[in-house]
């Protein structure tokens, strides 16, 4: 305590508390701006609709997807995996063992043996 009774640890407690506010609201700004985009909304169509697009291939199919080069869409587990930076999207697909991707460049082939 100082001269006055005022604790000086009550400054820095308070600074602390309003760093914290402000990080929750810039991460909450940046949340409210990829959702208003449609970011994930784009990688969840994409996503749903390539499980579309296997689940109701015949043998011997081949899917070509053109995408950009930060875009990696690949098999996870029993799923389709869309990625686009740190932004990912895991759709549950049932895919069999006979379904393979492979990327070249800005483009994933998707081959149903």
Known sequence: MNKRGIEIELGWQFLFNALL??????IIVVWINSQASGAIIKKQ???????????EAKPDTTISIQHGDEISIEKKDSGILVKEGIQKYLYPCYIEDNVYFSK????????IR
Request: one cysteine or more; aromatic letters at 8%.
């Open 21 to 26: 506010v402000i990080a929750f609201i810039i």
């Open 45 to 55: 169509v994409l996503a749903k609709e390539l499980c579309m697009f296997i689940t």
């Open 104 to 111: 070249e460049n800005d483009r994933t082939i998707i081959d």
